[in-house]
């Protein structure tokens, strides 16, 4: 199932008693969920899981209207193939059951049983979302490609960031949306999202831009990059250097084995260690990463400890 | 079964007890027997034997079926050294209380990685070195190489019959010259190409390559015979500490062999400078 089946089913008012909305794109969920329960003139009730109102759900009553309940990632729903299949026979009272997932496994017994009722929504296209920026702002097109990139094409953030820059505006009329928005960029208040810093950072390191290394390497911490995985790059990379900066024959790929892009790359960084240096980080790099696994050295402080010996 | 006489002989007699371990670990270095022994086992007991792996689908439906089957089975669970988490747990169930049908035997090259809670379950058996008179037999067994120049290098470098079996697979000749090389020249190339010694090596589990477990053992070998043929006997002496420091790192869970291998060359490069 897909988006249009289901805008065909609120347009031709046919609703459906069980959807799954899988997919990040939550605001455009929480959108179809509201004019779903729109179209029926239901309530919209979001209990913890279907357990919890599944009585209310399959007893009719006379005078309460039935209703959408919405769940988010039902792990008894998800389980309890009992229960499913009462869904799937459609007895529930009129009543109308939306399964919101985070995340979805397509490997699961819930997934195969349930694919044709499940709708995907994914990320919306920078044109789409270029349409919805223009309309509610008068960010021009440049900043509003900006504004999507940011946001990681998430409608929601997207909304989240044009609120902050119309509050501002009321208040600060003679500023524009694209003078607002780029101030809040340079000053944070609309935040760059970290992006992958690790081979930024182990060039920091082989240039031994200290500053730099130290600050690319809190960014990497950020978005939560394993520390074995910069230890194991780094260690390629001042591998590759190393063999570089030590060849003495003019043809650099014959003798080291290395692609020419590799040296390319390894050359850029050579000049800012000694070789015995370079041996030195191997050394400590293999002894930090044994340290690691064997739970003689802190994960957390590997690579601070590794960059206060080496920088 | 060649070698393991005690280890056999106290099995044995568990066995016609009544009492072998429903779970059971058997600890020893790669080619040490683990899962002959296991079959052998197998045979005094009469049970059919299944291998399975460590992963941790195969762990529970083996656990499943142990507590369906209505004649006694011996499963098997080779090499448990990089056996995830999800695993061991689920292993751990079992443990406890294994099925009346049941018998579960672990194998691993060291102890150490496994989970605490599974080496507490289970009663440990150590496999025991292999002598020579043992290695010579296997070899007798399985067929002598040409040469007794080769016969000998194979009886010196490896430790058990798995890597006799090893070496009888492979160019023994030219694996020697191999190593008699990187010792000639692993100080004398520069650092840049120093590090192609180890393109002949299967440090990414590399089928067609050389082991290396068994290239250190071999490396340790000459120089052993080196020193004592009395060449610069210290220098030798230092390659030899550094190279079993190394091997006995390579039992870690997870080690990078690429990055283990690199320092042991930087370290005998430095000693031998």
């Not at chain 1, 060849?247 to 790359?265: A, N, R, Y």
């Not at chain 2, 009544?18 to 058997?26: E, Y």
């Not at chain 2, 999800?86 to 496994?114: D, G, M, Q, R």
């Not at chain 2, 008179?133 to 007798?140: L, T």
């Amino acid at each position: 199932m897909n988006i249009t089946d289901v805008k065909t089913d609120i347009k031709n008012k046919i609703i459906k008693p069980y959807y799954i909305f899988a997919g990040e794109e939550i605001e455009i969920q929480r959108i179809y969920v509201e004019k779903i329960a729109q179209v029926l003139g239901y309530k919209v009730i979001r209990p913890e899981c279907i357990a919890d109102v599944w009585n209310s759900i399959i007893t009719p009553t006379l005078f309460d209207t039935p209703a959408v309940y919405v769940v988010r990632d039902d792990k008894d729903l998800m389980q309890d193939e009992v229960l499913q299949n009462q869904i799937a026979q459609n007895n529930l009272n009129g009543n109308i059951i939306i399964h919101l997932l985070t995340t979805l496994d397509k490997r699961t017994k819930y997934y195969k049983s349930n694919s044709d009722k499940i709708v995907l929504f994914e990320r919306l296209t920078t044109d789409m979302l270029l349409k919805y920026c223009q309309r509610i702002t008068t960010l021009n097109k440049r900043n509003s490609e900006r504004l999507i990139d940011i946001c990681e094409h998430d409608y929601s953030r997207i909304l989240l960031e044009i609120d902050k820059i119309k509050a501002y505006r009321a208040r600060n009329t003679t500023l524009t949306d694209d003078q607002i928005f780029e101030q809040f960029v340079e000053d944070g208040t609309i935040a760059i999202p970290p992006q992958d810093a690790v081979f930024d950072l182990v060039d920091a390191i082989l240039k031994r831009n200290i500053k730099q290394s130290y600050y690319l390497l809190d960014q990497c911490k950020q978005i939560g990059e394993a520390n074995m995985v910069i230890l194991s790059v780094l260690y390629t990379n001042a591998k590759q250097v190393l063999q570089v900066q030590a060849c003495e024959s003019p043809d650099i790929v014959k003798s080291t084995g290395l692609t020419p892009f590799q040296v390319k790359c390894a050359k850029e960084k050579c000049g800012n260690y000694y070789n015995d240096e370079l041996i030195d980080m191997l050394r400590l790099i293999q002894k930090i990463q044994k340290g690691i696994i064997t739970g003689q050295i802190e994960d957390d402080l590997s690579v601070n400890y590794l960059l206060v010996n080496i920088l | 079964m060649i070698g393991q006489r005690y280890l056999l002989e106290r099995i044995n007699g568990q066995v016609e007890r009544g009492r072998f371990p429903r779970f059971a670990i058997f600890i020893g270095e790669k080619g040490s027997g683990k899962k002959c022994l296991a079959s052998t086992i197998a045979d005094y007991l009469k049970y059919p034997i299944s291998f399975v792996d460590t992963k941790v689908d195969s762990i529970r439906e083996v656990i499943n079926t142990a507590y369906k089957v209505d004649m006694p089975v011996i499963y098997v669970i080779a090499d448990c050294d990089n056996m995830s988490n999800a695993a061991a747990n689920a292993l751990l169930k079992v443990t406890e209380e294994p099925p009346h049908n049941a018998y579960f035997i672990l194998t691993c090259e060291n102890e150490e990685n496994l989970l605490q809670t599974i080496r507490s379950r289970g009663v440990t058996y150590m496999l025991e070195p292999y002598s020579y008179e043992d290695k010579c037999d296997y070899i007798e067994e399985r067929g002598v190489p040409e040469f007794e120049e080769d016969e000998n290098f194979i009886l010196e470098v490896a430790s058990n019959c798995g890597e006799v079996q090893q070496m009888l697979n492979m160019d023994v000749h030219q694996f020697k010259t191999y190593v008699d090389l990187v010792i000639d020249n692993i100080a004398e190339v520069s650092d840049s190409n120093a590090f192609k010694i180890g393109d002949k090596l299967a440090l990414k589990d590399d089928a067609d390559k050389y082991d290396l477990r068994l290239f250190w053992k071999a490396f340790r070998s000459v120089c052993t015979d080196r020193m004592k043929d009395g060449e610069d006997p210290l220098k030798y002496a230092r390659a030899i500490a550094i190279t079993g420091d190394s091997l006995a790192q390579l039992n870690i869970r997870g080690i990078n062999k690429q990055e283990l291998f690199d320092v042991w060359l930087l370290n005998i490069r430095e000693e031998w400078l």
